[in-house]
């Protein structure tokens, strides 16, 4: 009798654990690039306690775990990007994904208290192009409270698509240009909006280093650049001397200044330091528009006449200006800095290879170091002119403010070690569209 007692004893702790086991599993939507291998958790008695496993059989071999923290805000971003393609209305609800370890990571619902912790009395700089600066400014709406309507509406935030937030979150002058230049109690703006001219390039960095060095010192730092920088040479954008040389000296003239500059700021006040990923484009659209006349003739693998146009182009434009450039720096920037997506994949390569060479022993001990990815979230459904995602702000928004909420969860040596694992593990990826 006893025993009949232990068995059914038994029987019912392990069916109460596979219920366990299937509701947790519920909460999950694992990104294809956090892999948990279901069939070991199906099978193996030993991971009824829902011991989530990390596959990074497909991953490099040089991965570690310390890349997690990054992993699971990409898992995150997955979660967003599915949600947002298929125009679901849990957009902006609390996400869970899973750790390697069997517990969850809560990613905050965009709110009243995601706004405020994320945001509310800090201050942010943002350095970047029109991909950024949309972002900034409805932060600045959402803090400011001067989004009546989409503050009418927050306690119908779990239940909103990310098209009808955005068609409810309008700013007055949304049809006309962004500014180049605006500050706000929490938020400053600097970049390049619109055309700019070739010579303006430096004056306009040298400017926003110069006042948030000198007058901001912010708390949270988001930079990204590189759009006006991309070419449809032999066509409609021909870049100038000082976009190519940006280009080509993307590491040093870029990504290396805003390391030094970020690092000199943290040394008076601890700072996050997010760069964001360069802006999905999609190709289908731009035949649409014929700014973007000839870029198919870029794609790979582009004809050598167009290459050799491309060139001499290149070459003669560097001189005239009293600048040189190899042979294979300019064929590199003929093929792969075209305003294309195949171009920002470049970039992004580019950007996550610079970050894995750091040496994080250089950095201030109160500077944090992390990726701002929104361009995961991105697709053609998204985007009106191919480039721009205004469609997706507040999607966007929620994801930096998860990615802050989250960050401030580490001291500075881990996060930092963190980003370096994760961008030396994807760096490569952005190939894989080339």
């Known amino acids: 009798m006893i025993r009949i007692i232990i068995a059914t004893g038994t029987i019912i702790v392990l069916v109460m654990a596979l219920f366990s086991f299937h509701d947790n599993w ?28 990390v596959d990074i ?9 310390a890349a997690i923290p990054f992993i699971m805000i990409e898992s995150l971003t997955e979660v967003l990007h599915n949600r947002i393609k298929a125009g679901a209305n849990n957009v902006f609800q609390d996400i869970s994904v899973a750790g ?11 709110s009243d208290k995601l706004v405020t912790e994320s945001f509310s009395g800090k201050k942010m700089v943002f350095i970047g192009d029109s991909t950024l600066v949309r972002v900034g400014r409805k932060i600045t709406c959402l803090l400011e409270r001067a989004c009546n309507k989409f503050y009418g509406t927050s306690d119908n935030w779990n239940n909103t698509s990310a098209k009808a937030a ?33 010579e303006d390039f430096a004056p306009i960095l040298d400017n926003a ?40 000296h993307y590491e040093t003239k870029w990504l290396q200044r805003v390391i030094d500059e970020a690092n000199n700021l943290a040394s008076k006040r601890p700072l996050m330091l997010l760069f964001k990923t360069n802006n999905f484009i999609c190709n289908d659209m731009q035949g649409n528009y014929a700014r973007f006349d000839g870029v198919d003739d870029y794609a790979p693998p582009a004809s050598q006449a167009t290459l050799t146009t491309c060139y001499r182009i290149v070459r003669n434009t ?16 003929c093929l792969n800095g075209v305003f294309s997506d195949h171009g920002s994949r470049y970039l ?18 109160d500077l944090k170091i992390g990726i701002l990815n929104d361009y995961d979230l991105e697709t053609c459904g998204t985007t009106d002119d191919s480039y721009h995602h205004f469609q997706i702000s507040l999607p966007r928004i929620r994801l930096l403010g998860n990615v802050i909420e989250y960050g401030n969860k580490f001291p500075a040596q881990e996060f930092n070690k963190a980003m370096q694992e994760y961008s030396n593990l994807r760096m490569d990826q952005w190939l894989e569209f080339a």
Request: net charge negative; glycine share 6%; hydrophobic share 35%.
């Open 100 to 110: 390697s370890l069997g517990d969850f990571s809560l990613f905050s619902a965009l």
């Open 57 to 65: 059989s497909q991953q490099k071999e040089k991965s570690s775990t």
């Open 318 to 333: 560097l001189i005239s200006k009293g600048y040189r450039g190899s042979k294979s720096e300019i064929d590199d920037y």
């Open 348 to 365: 992004n390569h580019r950007l996550y290879k610079f970050l894995s060479l750091l040496n994080l022993e250089d950095f201030h001990p």
């Open 26 to 53: 519920a909460k999950l939507e694992a990104s294809p690039l956090l892999r948990v291998q279901r069939q070991l958790l199906l099978h193996d008695p030993s991971t009824l306690s829902f011991k989530v496993q």
């Open 209 to 248: 280093w110069e006042e948030t060095q000198t007058n901001l010192q912010p708390d949270i730092l988001v930079v990204n650049e590189g759009f006006h920088w991309l070419h449809v040479i032999t066509h409609k954008w021909e870049r100038g001397a000082e976009a190519i040389m940006f280009w080509i």
């Open 166 to 198: 955005n068609d409810i979150l309008k700013l007055d002058d949304e049809s006309s240009q962004d500014p180049r230049i605006f500050h706000s109690p929490n938020l400053s703006f600097f970049g390049f909006t619109g055309g700019v001219r070739d």
